[in-house]
């Protein structure tokens, strides 16, 4: 008697003979759905933005191993300052102020490569220490591409009040989470790192960015 032919379920995609017990629909792996695409992607870079902003881990480890997410986040990163900057702007305009946009804009340039400059050395002044004390194992590119994806965060500093607080607590958790999942070092060393020299660069930002008279 000749041998049955398998089939293929098409819910499972088990193959089987005469009889078949289906488990249904097999999840996606967490590694598959964080796989990049072979192009860039909008709709993958923005789930990967979104995963990283609720602190997954999956999203982290992706973004910090993928070349790509260092252009997408440097984009993500400045769309930020600049809607800070548009807010700080629109409510100069709604208070009677005049601008000159010349000196305006190489004003906003300058503060913008400041900025940049200062975020970049406290992730290597966060990543040299948590080598230091802690031996981590990451990398500090894995590290800047993991935190530019989840600079997301910071669009909250454009919300009036609250939107410097909520987004100045949030992004050091992001932080925190990234050295965590990056550099592998344990979650209340990774807190008491990213809260540390976050505030102190907080600190330092409001003393050196913000004009005085």
Request: aromatic share 12%; hydrophobic share 55%; net charge neutral.
């Amino acid at each position: 008697m000749p041998a049955a032919m398998p089939h293929e379920c098409p819910v499972c995609g088990q193959s089987y003979g005469l009889t078949h017990a289906c488990p249904g629909a097999l999840p996606v792996s967490e590694d598959a759905r964080w796989t990049p695409p072979e192009k860039f992607s909008f709709e993958y870079y923005s789930r990967l933005a979104i995963g990283i902003a609720c602190l997954e881990e999956g999203p982290i480890v992706a973004a910090a191993r993928d070349p790509r997410a260092l252009a997408v986040g440097a984009c993500i990163w400045v769309a930020a300052r600049v809607l800070l900057l548009t807010t700080a702007v629109t409510t100069s305009f709604a208070h009677g102020a005049h601008m000159d946009w010349p000196r305006f804009l190489l004003g906003a340039l300058i503060l913008l490569l400041l900025e940049a400059g200062m975020m970049l050395l406290q992730y290597a002044i966060c990543h040299g220490l948590a080598k230091w004390w802690f031996e981590a194992k990451g990398t500090y590119l894995g590290i800047l591409r993991a935190m530019l994806m989840g600079a997301l965060v910071q669009w909250l500093l454009a919300i009036p009040l609250v939107g410097p607080l909520l987004g100045g607590i949030w992004a050091i958790a992001v932080l925190m989470r990234v050295f965590e999942d990056v550099d592998g070092i344990e979650r209340m060393k990774a807190f008491a790192l990213a809260a540390g020299v976050g505030v102190t660069f907080w600190i330092l930002s409001f003393y050196f960015l913000v004009p005085r008279h």
